[in-house]
């Protein structure tokens, strides 16, 4: 069980879903070409359980956002630090990232690097 993950969740507007589905289909297949192992972003459909924070409120969703909850999955960290060096530099990504209206912006996005704790299916 050596596998790392970055993993993320943010708010995109509803009415930017689909070019944000564009672009991220495009992101997916340069962090693949560079090393990761399966890059997956989900839509938030039941978000609320009481007594829990709920990951709208997290990202300070509203109303007309979407929550995007995703994850990167490497062989080990050290795998994971080099592919994202390489997807930083690809030229592919300013154009994909900067010059389209997808609603992302990564202020709003919680993020980070996780190491495995328990994975019942390697046991």
């Known amino acids: 069980m050596t596998n790392y993950i970055d993993g993320f969740v943010l ?6 879903l689909d070019e944000y589905r564009r672009v991220v289909s495009a992101v997916a297949n340069i962090w ?10 989900f839509i938030g459909d039941d978000l609320s359980l009481e007594g829990t924070r709920s990951f709208t409120d997290m990202v300070d969703a509203g109303e007309t956002d979407a929550v995007i909850f995703g994850w990167i999955e490497f062989a080990s960290r050290e795998a994971r630090e080099l592919a994202n060096a390489k997807v930083a530099a690809d030229p592919r990504m300013p154009g994909l990232v900067g010059e389209t ?10 993020w980070g690097g996780f190491r495995p704790l328990l994975d019942p299916a390697s046991a």
């Open 101 to 110: 209206d997808t609603g992302f912006d990564a202020t709003t996005m919680a």
């Open 32 to 41: 693949l070409e560079h090393g990761a192992l399966a890059y997956r972003e």
């Open 11 to 16: 708010p995109i507007p509803k009415d930017r």
